[in-house]
């Protein structure tokens, strides 16, 4: 399993664009990148999966370029409950996924 | 998106005696469950793969007498922490592979586990 590497935390106001690179050098070619949400007390909850180029859904958009050594997660226009720890994971499949540490993203007024 | 209920939410025990924890696929059939536990402040740590029919797969370090898994339907899996002591308290999640359409990975809410 490849290891993934973000930055610990990140701080933003409210409306504005959140962007979270992971690293994931190790990368193999069968991979996926799988971004999660976790709230406290909470289990994960599914953001968004992508294998290369872009992708978009209804809450977020992932951004993978060419080598696939890394991704940035992007989060427009945050708002105050967007406060979460984000977590950037690489597998070839969806089942066995070793979490790394994550991102933990504080949006203040 | 598929619900995966996971019971209870939170309970406390007495050192010594055990923890059973329920995970259950509500609208879809989960073949591979997962457990993982998670420290306070710290990331979610997978400690054993559960297969429907089949015994589970423990990670290293993973004790497997103390953390029985049984996975006996495509819906539901336990886990019972064994002679719970105080280091054994923490947030136990479960997560469930869902093979249709697109094999997505959905988590429980967790169980928060305090060992007196």
């Known amino acids: 399993l490849a290891k993934t590497t973000q930055p610990i935390s990140m701080d933003s106001y409210e409306g504005q664009e959140v962007n979270i690179t992971c690293s994931h050098n190790?990368?193999?070619?069968?991979?996926?990148i799988t971004w999660y949400q976790q709230f406290p007390s909470q289990g994960p909850r599914f953001i968004i999966q992508?294998?290369?180029t872009k992708v978009t859904n209804e809450v977020a958009s992932l951004f993978i370029p060419a080598d696939r050594k890394s991704s940035t997660l992007s989060l427009p226009r945050v708002s105050l409950s967007d406060t979460a720890v984000y977590y950037c994971?690489?597998?070839?499949?969806?089942?066995?996924?070793?979490f790394g540490a994550g991102t933990q993203v504080v949006v203040t007024p | 998106g598929a619900v995966v209920s996971q019971h209870p939410s939170w309970v406390i025990c007495k050192s010594g005696t055990s923890v059973k924890i329920e995970c259950r696929s509500l609208?879809?059939?989960?073949?591979?469950m997962f457990w993982y536990r998670q420290f306070p402040k710290q990331s979610l740590m997978l400690m054993a793969t559960?297969?429907?029919?089949?015994?589970?797969?423990?990670e290293q370090g993973v004790e497997k007498d103390k953390f029985l898994i049984n996975h006996a339907s495509l819906t539901l899996s336990t886990l019972t922490v064994t002679s719970a002591h105080p280091e054994d308290s923490s947030f136990y999640i479960c997560?469930?592979?869902?093979?249709?359409?697109?094999?997505?990975?959905?988590f429980g809410s967790g169980t928060q586990v305090s060992v007196l």
């Open positions: 997560s469930a592979q869902d093979r249709e359409p697109d094999e997505k990975l959905f």
């Open positions: 190790n990368i193999a070619t069968n991979d996926y």
């Open positions: 992508g294998y290369k």
């Open positions: 994971l690489v597998g070839d499949s969806w089942g066995k996924l070793q």
């Open positions: 609208d879809f059939q989960a073949t591979t």
């Open positions: 559960s297969n429907e029919g089949s015994k589970a797969t423990y």
